[in-house]
């Protein structure tokens, strides 16, 4: 029997990435994005997909979205780290509020099983101890992280009260060739642009804040095995289990590219932690799920899309 999965936020740097891996495992998909969000370009030819335009926190088009659909992939975050505290209640409202309408209409339609994109990166705060495991206390210091968290939370809640079977992927730091420079998205695709036209990085601090980096490939299958996960657990990190500084991953870049990449250091911002490497043991026991694609393949698969 034929599935389809809902994907929210499939115009995305993740969400076509989701929707490749699932069409090529015989999902059908529903691609939904804001209006004006075009098919990404490795999806246009794709057989399966049906694309659907409309705005998240409509809930009539959230509605007919639904219908007929199997599981649901939650990709939608209207913010980013850097400037949720700017606006929290934006923030609040246009994701937190406005996943709870999702999570009531999937009652309604009696769609049980969601897998949601939350944060690894945010959700934990500064760590107590590396690598992060998943019951490890989370203080987030930004807006962005404790919306993601109390999205968990109401996960938790519904999967109680209304029989949802929710999985929450806390992912590290993603990075692949769809990866938008122009909404700041991550380190790796800002320096391989910057990088391949010559121009100086700019890095917030002293280079030492070190992240866990993760090719969007190994994202893409985290998913997959989470639509079919059948077992108890809910939340899981999806990460390399790699911590690599800002220094380093300069350094990796102009390996990979063999051209020197000039560094313009600036004050550190404070919503950066120093440090946040995820310990992914847990999605390797249970999801069967392990990244594939170490850096410096990565970076290369990542530098030959962007030349493209």
């Not at 975050?77 to 700017?86: G, R, V, Y």
Request: aromatic share 6%.
């Amino acid at each position: 029997m034929t599935r389809t999965c809902l994907v929210l936020g499939a115009g995305g740097f993740i969400g076509a990435s989701v929707t490749e891996r699932l069409l090529a495992e015989g999902w059908l998909v529903r691609g939904f994005d804001r209006p004006g969000v075009k098919v990404p370009r490795p999806l246009v030819q794709a057989t399966g997909l049906a694309w659907v335009a409309g705005d998240f926190q409509d809930g009539a088009a959230l509605g007919a979205a639904l219908e007929g659909v199997d599981a649901v992939v939650h990709l939608v975050s209207t913010t980013l780290p850097k400037n949720s505290n700017e606006a929290p209640i934006h923030d609040v409202e246009t994701n937190l509020v406005a996943t709870l309408r999702l999570l009531s209409l999937m009652v309604d339609k009696q769609v049980r099983r969601i897998v949601y994109a939350s944060s690894g990166g945010t959700v934990y705060g500064i760590p107590r101890s590396v690598p992060i495991r998943e019951d490890h206390p989370t203080q987030p210091e930004v807006s962005y992280g404790i919306t993601k968290l109390a999205i968990e939370k109401y996960l938790y809640l519904f999967g109680r009260l209304h029989g949802l079977r929710p999985v929450s992927l806390r992912i590290a730091n993603p990075y692949g060739g769809l990866q938008r420079i122009d909404t700041a998205q991550g380190a790796v695709a800002a320096f391989l642009h910057r990088a391949l036209r010559g121009e100086a990085v700019e890095i917030w601090g002293d280079g030492s804040v070190t992240r866990d980096y993760l090719h969007v490939n190994d994202v893409a299958t985290a998913f997959a095995c989470a639509l079919r996960y059948e077992g108890a657990h809910q939340v899981f990190n999806i990460g390399s289990g790699h911590g690599v500084s800002l220094n380093e991953l300069a350094a990796a870049i102009e390996a990979e590219t063999g051209r020197p990449l000039a560094r313009q250091y600036l004050p550190g911002r404070n919503f950066d932690v120093p440090v946040s490497v995820l310990d992914n043991s847990l999605a390797r026991a249970e999801l069967g799920w392990s990244p594939a694609i170490g850096l410096a393949e990565g970076l290369r698969m990542t530098a030959a899309a962007i030349a493209r």
